[in-house]
C-alpha cells in the first residue's frame, strides 16, 4: 500500500507530533479511492480497507501491521481524531499502483511520493524485511511457532525433500 510507506517515510523524516498535524492529503488514482475511501469505521474489519485509518496508525503508532487494525485501535480517540483529518483526492494521473501524501502541520508542508509499494513487483521486499513481518504475524498470531526455525526452514525449502517437516513447525505441539 504505497500511501502507508509515504506516510511511514514522512514520520520517520519529520516526526510530526500528532497534535500538530492539522490535515492530511492522500491523492492517487480513483481506483484506489474507490477501494479505500472508507471515512467512517466501526471495526477491524473495516479498518483493513480505510485510508483514513491507515494514515492515521501509520503517524500515531509508526506502524500498520495485524495490531493497527484491531477493534481496540479502530476505538482508539487518538486514531478517530486523526483519521478525521485525512482528505482523499483522485487523480487518474497517478498510476495505481503510486500515492502522493502531503502532510499539513502548524510547522509546515510535506509532501511524499511512493512510486510502487513494499512488496509489489516495483518495490519486492528484502529478506530483513520478510524476516520481520514474518515475526510479527507469528507473534500476533501463532506465539507457539519459532519463527526463527520457521524463516531458516523456509530458507532451504528447495533442499528439503519433504515439505510436511515445515508445514508440522506451524501446528501446535
Known amino acids: 500500500f504505497p500511501v502507508i510507506d509515504a506516510c511511514l517515510d514522512l514520520r520517520e523524516r519529520h516526526a510530526p507530533p500528532p497534535e500538530r498535524i492539522t490535515r492530511v492529503t492522500v491523492r492517487g488514482h480513483s481506483l484506489m479511492l474507490e477501494r479505500t475511501d472508507r471515512p467512517v469505521i466501526q471495526n477491524g474489519r473495516d479498518a483493513k480497507v480505510s485510508l483514513q485509518h491507515s494514515v492515521a496508525v501509520a503517524f500515531l503508532r509508526g506502524a500498520a501491521g495485524l495490531q493497527e487494525y484491531e477493534d481496540a485501535c479502530v476505538a482508539d480517540p487518538k486514531v478517530r481524531a486523526l483519521a478525521e483529518k485525512v482528505i482523499a ?35 519486492p521486499m528484502s529478506d530483513a524485511e520478510l524476516d520481520t513481518k514474518v515475526r510479527g504475524l507469528v507473534e500476533f498470531g501463532s506465539p507457539f511457532v519459532a519463527a526463527d526455525q520457521l524463516i531458516a526452514a523456509l530458507r532451504r525449502i528447495e533442499d528439503e525433500g519433504d515439505a510436511s517437516k515445515i508445514i508440522a513447525m506451524t501446528v501446535p505441539s
Open 89 to 123: 483526492v483522485a487523480d487518474d494521473a497517478v498510476p495505481v499502483e503510486s500515492a502522493y501524501v502531503t502532510l499539513e502541520t502548524a510547522d509546515g508542508k510535506f509532501e511524499h511520493h511512493i512510486r510502487h509499494g513494499r512488496g509489489t513487483p516495483g518495490r
